[in-house]
């Protein structure tokens, strides 16, 4: 059984602790949180222990899920790491590129594993279209297109939270930029707009990247409250022989083959752990067979990278280029 505990249970932590009951081969052991009487409060639900300082979980564990806010992702992933524990970080990996590296070159030097909690590569719709794309039913991958936008919904204030000080796109958004990049591959450069309804200039309602891939794929990625009553989350992606509509809210699937008339609707495979129980699930699995995860802090950091570039071209009305 691989021992894992949870830093930080406030919000998406307290779902990873509802969640780990559910994974196979884990042994939820211990939670940690500076608000003592939270860590108490889920250590009595799960019969588990709680802690102050995360530093006395660390001895318990070969595993943990990092889920405080992201100023404070750095500190705790280099502090496992030295411990020989590895991570699963919430989304976002970090606020800064340099954070990343440091975060990343701790655990490689301990030889353990980061894993960022990119869950949309654990919907049932997305896992499909990876398998279709990568099945060759639509060809080499020409142009993608995602959303994850709600509607119009402004003026409102910015949030009186860590939220608020960190970004939209950064903290959300970041979703559906690992996911453009799970399709289109290492990004080369970003033109973006970016955009306040609430006059707010340095905490956006809304962002449109577009987006250029060394594969000579182009891809947009929409994100906010902008667009009328609509609202999306759809992805589309457009190759040489046809076309895939990956519909997130209904999670279903549709093809379109070049010189079809019709989409086909295509119902994805729900059986087996999905969301965020399927990416706990693959992070255990991936401490058991020592393994690099499907999303690692590379990858994390690359999806951080594309919001940063956002937010510079859209600052400095220029194209950047990702080094």
């Avoid at 909690?117 to 398998?131: A, I, M, S």
């Avoid at 402004?154 to 608020?164: C, D, L, Q």
């Avoid at 457009?238 to 079809?260: F, P, Q």
Wanted: hydrophobic share 40%; net charge negative.
């Amino acid at each position: 059984m691989i021992r894992i505990g949870v830093i930080g249970v406030g919000g998406m932590g307290n779902s990873h602790c509802n969640s780990l009951p559910n994974v196979e081969n884990c042994e939820f052991v211990g939670v940690a949180d500076l608000r003592l009487d939270a860590a108490q409060a889920v250590a009595e639900k799960h019969n588990i222990r709680a802690f102050q300082d995360y530093q006395e979980l660390l001895p318990l564990v070969d595993g943990v899920v990092v889920a405080t806010p992201p100023i404070a992702h750095t500190q705790v992933v280099v502090d496992a790491a030295e411990a020989g524990v590895h991570a699963f970080c919430e989304k976002p990996l970090s606020l800064t590129l340099a954070e990343a590296d440091e975060m990343i070159n701790a655990a490689d030097k301990a030889g353990t594993h980061i894993m960022v909690g990119q869950v949309l590569r654990f919907y049932p719709v997305h896992k499909l279209g990876r398998k279709m794309v990568d099945a060759g039913d639509i060809g080499d991958i020409v142009y993608i297109e995602t959303d994850y936008t709600g509607p119009y919904n402004a003026p409102r204030n910015r949030p009186e939270s860590w939220y608020g000080t960190v970004g939209g796109l950064l903290e959300n958004g970041i979703h559906k930029s690992d996911l453009i990049n799970w399709f289109g591959g290492t990004a080369l450069t970003v033109a973006a707009e970016a955009g306040s309804f609430s006059g707010h200039d340095d905490w956006e309602d809304y962002t449109v990247s577009l987006i250029r891939y060394d594969s000579g794929v182009v891809g947009i990625l929409r994100w906010g409250g902008f667009l009328g009553a609509r609202g999306t989350n759809e992805t589309i992606i457009d190759g040489t022989e046809g076309s895939l509509r990956l519909d997130m809210a209904a999670d279903l699937a549709y093809l379109k083959k070049r010189g079809e008339r019709e989409w086909q609707e295509i119902v994805p495979d729900r059986s087996g752990p999905t969301h965020v129980v399927g990416e706990l699930s693959h992070f255990v699995e991936c401490i058991r067979d020592n393994r690099t995860p499907m999303i690692d802090g590379r990858g994390g950091k690359h999806a951080v990278a594309i919001v940063l570039a956002t937010y510079q071209s859209a600052r400095e009305k220029t194209k950047v280029v990702i080094s």
